[in-house]
Nanobody, 118 residues
Framework: QVQLVESGGGSVQPGGSLRLSCATS????????MSWYRQEAPGKLRYLVA????????VYGESVKGRFTISRDNAKNMVHLQMNSLKPEDTAIYYC???????????WGQGTQVTVSS
């Protein structure tokens, strides 16, 4: 079982920046993928923001391309999301997700709120 803890959320004005971090612990081995998803409100769908494999393959959601950057530190088992040029529509709960590419098991963090408002 993998445990995930997000940090770095908060409130920012449009055009501002935030950096989210996700610390992982537990049984992390083999090929895997770390992702950030966001959800406008509890109960609504979660949408992919960005993902990165342990080998460094990256995918971004269309709405964040060119503004957000995902990175990971495999030695520290952490993944980060640098968010620049934030817009009000980026307001959401951001979740970190771990997925093993060996057995496809997944784990989610508890989420961190990001609010973009003037």
């Amino acid at each position: 079982q993998v445990q995930l803890v997000e940090s770095g959320g908060g409130s920012v004005q449009p055009g501002g920046s935030l950096r989210l971090s996700c610390a992982t612990s537990g049984s992390i081995f083999g090929q895997n993928m770390m992702s950030w998803y966001r959800q406008e409100a509890p109960g609504k769908l979660r949408y992919l923001v960005a993902s990165i494999t342990d080998g460094g393959k990256i995918v971004y959601g269309e709405s964040v391309k060119g503004r957000f950057t995902i990175s990971r530190d495999n030695a520290k088992n952490m993944v980060h999301l640098q968010m620049n040029s934030l817009k009000p529509e980026d307001t959401a709960i951001y979740y970190c997700k771990f997925q093993s590419l060996m057995d496809m098991s997944t784990s989610w963090g508890q989420g961190t709120q990001v609010t973009v408002s003037s």
